[in-house]
T-cell receptor, first 115, second 115 residues
Framework: AQSVTQLDSHVSVSEGTPVLLRCNYS??????LFWYVQHPNKGLQLLLKYTSAATLVKGINGFEAEFKKSETSFHLTKPSAHMSDAAEYFCVVSEPRGGADGLTFGKGTHLIIQP | DTGVSQDPRHKITKRGQNVTFRCDPISEHNRLYWYRQTLGQGPEFLTYFQNEAQLEKSRLLSDRFSAERPKGSFSTLEIQRTEQGDSAMYLC?????????????FGPGTRLTVT
């Protein structure tokens, strides 16, 4: 079985300051890990993915995440927040090659950007 | 646009009625997934198909829920005898199954309201 814990339900940062969204995972396998973003009234969009290659993964819009096996973490960061980053962010785990469980989503972190 | 499409985008129905939702995946994708997302939660995996075969359906929420993908292209999700607790966003995703790990592309969802 696999699970994801997003450690913060809400994160608020000022525009131009760094963003850190925390995620811990549990998996019986060497998992694939993803971050998805969901803007209001829009579909889920893939930000980045880790699939056992480089542990530091770069995604779209300046986001990146680092896979740390020893800490079972996959935190999402961005050096400088933009107002357009305000959205719901989901950390997601998948068994290798998808498995039978589909994707397992965390409960989400709501990112608020203060002007 | 060649993304995942879902129809309808919104559905309001009375308790006890049956509803059916349609999903058209990205054309070259052989896997299709259904998820349910309730307010304030991450999407919850329901079922998936590889081509026309339904490979996992134990996570469907009850026997009132069923899904088909008769020709390995579009899929339908049916809910019979709807209940107020079925009110949620129903998401469809598709992917190309390969050894690189799965990246799922999501549609905009169908929002169901049961009155």
């Amino acid at each position: 079985a696999q699970s994801v814990t997003q450690l913060d339900s809400h994160v608020s940062v000022s525009e131009g300051t760094p963003v850190l969204l925390r995620c811990n995972y549990s998996s019986s396998y060497s998992p694939s890990l993803f971050w998805y973003v969901q803007h209001p009234n829009k579909g889920l969009q893939l930000l980045l993915k880790y699939t056992s290659a480089a542990t530091l993964v770069k995604g779209i819009n300046g986001f990146e995440a680092e896979f740390k096996k020893s800490e079972t973490s996959f935190h999402l960061t961005k050096p400088s927040a933009h107002m357009s980053d305000a959205a719901e962010y989901f950390c997601v785990v998948s068994e290798p090659r998808g498995g039978a469980d589909g994707l397992t989503f965390g409960k989400g972190t709501h990112l608020i950007i203060q002007p | 646009d060649t993304g995942v499409s879902q129809d309808p985008r919104h559905k309001i129905t009375k308790r006890g009625q049956n509803v059916t939702f349609r999903c058209d995946p990205i054309s070259e994708h052989n896997r299709l997934y259904w998820y349910r997302q309730t307010l304030g939660q991450g999407p919850e995996f329901l079922t998936y198909f590889q081509n026309e075969a339904q490979l996992e359906k134990s996570r469907l929420l009850s026997d009132r829920f069923s899904a088909e993908r008769p020709k390995g292209s579009f899929s339908t999700l049916e809910i019979q005898r709807t209940e107020q607790g079925d009110s949620a966003m129903y998401l469809c995703a598709s992917s190309l199954f390969d050894v690189q790990g799965l990246e799922q592309y999501f549609g905009p969802g169908t929002r169901l309201t049961v009155t």
